[in-house]
């Protein structure tokens, strides 16, 4: 039984529409969670994937038909998701807290660099 075959095709874009929903609110640790996730899935894992893909030396009988290669990176990519959001990988949770203080960071900088503006502003 295949967990992937389980989840409706419709609910891949629901992480997109939970991350914006969570970054118009406001929430930097989702939106960091969330890229840090994209970054270790599209980085780490679709290519160890691809490369163990690309490697198969199957005979002609058994080598992958024209179907089977045009869809196999949507597989890979759907798989290395799962892989990614299941197995709570600790470069994850590094990475996203990177993202976060760097998110931070910048909002700070934004922060003082608005604060000379409004004060010029009031005299």
Do not use: Y
């Not at 994209?38 to 009988?61: I, N």
């Not at 197995?87 to 590094?94: C, T």
């Amino acid at each position: 039984m295949s967990t992937i075959a389980s989840t409706p095709s419709a609910s891949l874009l629901a992480p997109d529409a939970r991350l914006a929903a969570r970054a118009r609110g406001g929430d930097t640790r989702a939106l960091a969670h969330e890229a840090a996730k994209t970054l270790v899935t599209e980085g780490l894992v679709k290519p160890v994937f691809a490369s163990l893909r690309d490697g198969g030396f199957a005979a002609e009988p058994f080598a992958p038909g024209t179907a089977e290669r045009r869809f196999r990176p949507m597989f890979d990519a759907i798989l290395a998701d799962r892989v990614v959001e299941g197995s709570n990988f600790a470069l994850v949770e590094r990475t996203a807290d990177r993202f976060e203080r760097s998110m931070a960071h910048a909002a700070t900088r934004r922060e003082q660099a608005e604060r000379p503006r409004s004060a010029h502003g009031k005299d």
